[in-house]
């Protein structure tokens, strides 16, 4: 049973557009994080919300946790060639030790 | 700092074959993690040590799957014997967990391993 569904599992855009990647669970999670990964690497984090209705922001990246820590969405503005890559969100249950991660969006952006 | 080293990074071998992967976490994080990455299930957790002790094994596969961390600086995770339905990409990570403190897991490159 997958707990963490992401949409859309693909994305292919151009240079300049924004998106949004959504994480959608029934669970409610005491933490979630976002990572990109690229071709050939491991996952590497890019930020950890912990407050229901929590916004963060690094540079172009709006990342924000629901209000219920149930679901989270990552927008980025004016996307660029150096976005592509693998997201994943990984959320973390209240008394427990260990990251449950999504299905991943895999975004290319054309220059 | 090196970041998480694992080796090898590509592995190819035959079905009923013994594979070791190994894993040298970040020095002096005591939380190691053990993934396996495929197209068709995405990232899996199957082993979880802190402090060198396994916490949580319940994501390995089967018995052919084990993984071992006999001191704070190597782990391996060993497949015998492999069938073609292992093959797929496998993570170590690490992350120094202390209490309050949100933690970080830090990932290595990955072991590409392909049973044929």
């Known amino acids: 049973t997958q707990l963490l569904e992401q949409s859309p599992q693909f994305l292919s855009i151009q240079e300049g557009e924004n998106l949004t990647v959504y994480c959608n669970s029934s669970?409610?999670?005491?933490?979630l994080q976002w990572y990109r990964q690229e071709p050939g690497e491991g996952p590497v984090l890019l930020v950890t919300?912990?407050?229901?209705?929590e916004v963060k922001k690094l540079k172009r990246l709006t990342f924000q946790f629901g209000d219920a820590r149930k679901d989270s969405s990552l927008h980025i503005t004016a996307a660029q060639p150096g976005d592509t890559g693998l997201y994943l969100c990984?959320?973390?249950?209240?008394?427990?030790?260990?990251?449950?991660f999504g299905t991943g969006t895999r975004l290319k952006v054309l220059a | 700092d090196a970041g998480v080293i694992q080796s090898p990074r590509h592995e190819v071998t035959e079905m009923g074959q013994e594979v070791t992967l190994r894993c040298k976490p970040i020095?002096?994080?005591?939380?190691l993690f053990w993934y396996r990455q495929t197209m068709m299930r995405g990232l899996e957790l199957l082993i979880y040590?802190?402090?060198?002790?396994?916490?949580?094994d319940s994501g390995m596969p089967e018995d052919r799957f084990s993984a071992k961390m006999p001191n704070a600086s190597f782990s391996t995770l060993k497949i015998q014997p492999s069938e073609p339905r292992d093959s797929a990409v496998y993570f170590c990570?690490?992350?120094?967990?202390?209490?309050?403190?949100?933690?970080?897991?830090?990932f290595g490159p990955g072991t590409r391993l392909t049973v044929l």
């Open positions: 919300v912990v407050t229901g209705g």
């Open positions: 020095s002096g994080h005591n939380s």
């Open positions: 990570a690490s992350s120094e967990d202390r209490q309050g403190r949100t933690d970080t897991q830090y």
């Open positions: 990984a959320g973390k249950k209240t008394g427990t030790y260990k990251y449950i």
């Open positions: 669970s409610v999670f005491s933490s």
């Open positions: 040590f802190n402090n060198n002790v396994p916490i949580d």
